[in-house]
Each structure stands twice: as structure tokens, then as C-alpha cells.
């Protein structure tokens, strides 16, 4: 066993993980930080989404002990300060870039990076960024929608598929 002490959504924590454990575990199984979804245990569908020293990774693909000191912001870290929905949220709720909900933490996390890196994407950037997130239920069009309104742009040409 290894203490690993680390900053989750701007809390400092700590516990004793095994040096197989991965991140997705830690937060979850330890944390209780149940919105980063285990979805394929391969690495394949991006529902463990989280952002690592401002990075995004999968966190089904880190060991928690070797993020010993780092800062980690999961889906229950991205609402605002006073508890509402931030922009990208906001956007998902009012383009209806969810259905079941299962991969949309993972979906968030993903557009949240990809405006960081690309303030204005066009549509086919969006697409080519969740190349590695898979949604079972939307068709992905409604997600596309909700992250181009996150970042400001006109989605009302937008047409229906």
C-alpha cells in the first residue's frame, strides 16, 4: 500500500491505494466522487473523462499512486462556485446533449478541454476531439450543438439530423 495525496476539485485528500489502483478507482471507490463512469475498462469510451494538472486524460488509465501531489478536477468540480451549472453544462442541458446521461461527465470534461485548447472549434474540430468518447444514445449531433453554444457561437443554422 502507498499514501497518495492529491488535489480533487480544489481539495486537498489523501488515502492508501494498492499500486495497481486506478484513478477512476480512487475517486470513485475511495472519494466517492461517482460522476467519472467506468464505461469499457479498455480505454475505448471516454465516460472516465477527468482533467490532470489541466490536462485531460482517462482515468481508467492512470494509477493513482503515480498522481501522488497532482491537481484533479472531475465532473462534480466543474459547476460554478455558487452551485450552478457552468456554461458547458448549461449548454448540454439546453441543446439536449445527453439522454441516458452515462458518457455526458466524460463528454464534458472532453469539450471543456477542447476549449481550452480551441475557443472557437468548428464542428469538424468538435467531432475529431470526442473521437474517443462514445455515446450510445444521442447520434452525437445535439453534443456537437451543446459545445459550439458553450463556446459562443450561433447554433440556430444548425440543422436537425
Do not use: W
Not at 3 to 24: A, F, I, P, W, Y
Not at 56 to 77: F, P, Q, Y
Amino acid at each position: 500500500m502507498a499514501q497518495v495525496k492529491m488535489t480533487v476539485n480544489g481539495k486537498s485528500v489523501s488515502g492508501d491505494v494498492e499500486g495497481r489502483t486506478l484513478l477512476v478507482d480512487f475517486l470513485r471507490t475511495t472519494l466517492k466522487k461517482t460522476g467519472t463512469h467506468v464505461g469499457c475498462d479498455t480505454s475505448q469510451c471516454g465516460a472516465c473523462v477527468v482533467h490532470v494538472n489541466g490536462d485531460a486524460i482517462k482515468s481508467c488509465t492512470a494509477l493513482a499512486a503515480d498522481l501522488d501531489g497532482a491537481e484533479v478536477r472531475t465532473i462534480e468540480g466543474m459547476a460554478n462556485a455558487d452551485g450552478s451549472l457552468s456554461v458547458i453544462q448549461q449548454a448540454f442541458q439546453d441543446h439536449h446533449g445527453l439522454q441516458c446521461g452515462f458518457c455526458t461527465p466524460g463528454m464534458i470534461m472532453s469539450a471543456a478541454a477542447l476549449l481550452k485548447e480551441n475557443p472557437k472549434p468548428t464542428e469538424q474540430d468538435v467531432r475529431a476531439y470526442l473521437e474517443g468518447n462514445i455515446c450510445r444514445c444521442t447520434g452525437y449531433h445535439n453534443i456537437v450543438k451543446a459545445i459550439l453554444a458553450a463556446s459562443g457561437q450561433d447554433v440556430s443554422a444548425i440543422a436537425a439530423e
